[in-house]
């Protein structure tokens, strides 16, 4: 069966700290694994990783993906109150994103 | 980037009657739509694939006759959720499949938060 693991499940930080995201998966017919920020509505689309070891970087963002150990991290560096979401991961199946249940970040001022 | 829409983005309604979400590229033809339904504090979870011109395909235990959906454009693709009942009540979001290459991404729309009374 199909599984995809966010980790925490949430944490709270002070502003300018550093957060680490977790999110570890065993789909089958794995494709990619794409990264989304999610506040009051509908997810807004981070990242999307195909190779193994090349990390994306936007702004403070950054992710990585290994496809060996089945694993993907998001790293936000000097948080700000405006990072405050969800994060959800989603590994493409057969053309089909399975959705982690998500790491809610809270930046405290 | 490319843009989705949804409406409407909030519909309440009475318990046996239908409501119709549509969910709209905005500037790309969309082959292939999906709908989810996102409970509180869950996450996403997909109820079927729609494809342009095709019947839906639907997840196991999403009945398919109550969550009709119909691709009929490139560009539009409905749920319509028949004989609506409190437990129906959610946030539903679709998101349209950009075709680049070989690698595929989904954009999604604002989604609609429908409440059942």
């Known amino acids: 069966e199909d599984k995809v693991v966010q980790s925490p499940l949430s944490l709270v930080v002070h502003e300018g700290d550093t957060v680490t995201l977790n999110c570890s998966y065993e789909?089958?017919?794995?494709?990619?694994l794409l990264w989304y920020k999610q506040e009051k509505k509908a997810p807004t689309f981070l990242f999307m990783l195909?190779?193994?070891?090349i990390e994306k970087k936007s702004g403070r963002l950054s992710s990585i993906l290994d496809k060996k150990e089945l694993f993907s991290i998001l790293n936000i560096t000097a948080t700000q109150t405006g990072d405050s979401a969800i994060y959800l991961c989603?590994?493409?199946?057969?053309?089909?994103?399975?959705f982690g249940a998500g790491t809610q970040v809270v930046v405290t001022p | 980037g490319a843009v989705v829409s949804q409406h409407p983005s909030w519909v309440i309604c009475k318990s046996g009657t239908s409501v119709k979400i549509e969910c709209r590229s905005l500037?790309?033809?969309?082959?292939?739509m999906f709908w989810y339904r996102q409970f509180p504090k869950q996450s996403l979870m997909l109820m079927a694939t729609?494809?342009?011109?095709?019947?839906?395909?639907?997840e196991q235990g999403v009945e398919k006759d109550k969550f009709l959906i119909n691709h009929a454009s490139l560009t539009l693709s409905t749920l319509t959720v028949t004989s609506a009942h409190p437990e129906d009540s959610s946030f539903y979001i679709c998101?349209?499949?950009?075709?680049?290459?070989?690698?595929?991404?989904?954009?999604f729309g604002p989604g609609t938060r429908l409440t059942v009374t």
């Open positions: 500037d790309f033809q969309a082959t292939t």
């Open positions: 998101s349209a499949r950009v075709p680049t290459s070989a690698i595929y991404e989904q954009y």
């Open positions: 195909t190779s193994s070891g």
């Open positions: 989603a590994p493409d199946s057969w053309g089909k994103f399975q």
């Open positions: 789909v089958t017919n794995f494709r990619s």
């Open positions: 729609s494809n342009e011109g095709s019947k839906a395909t639907y």
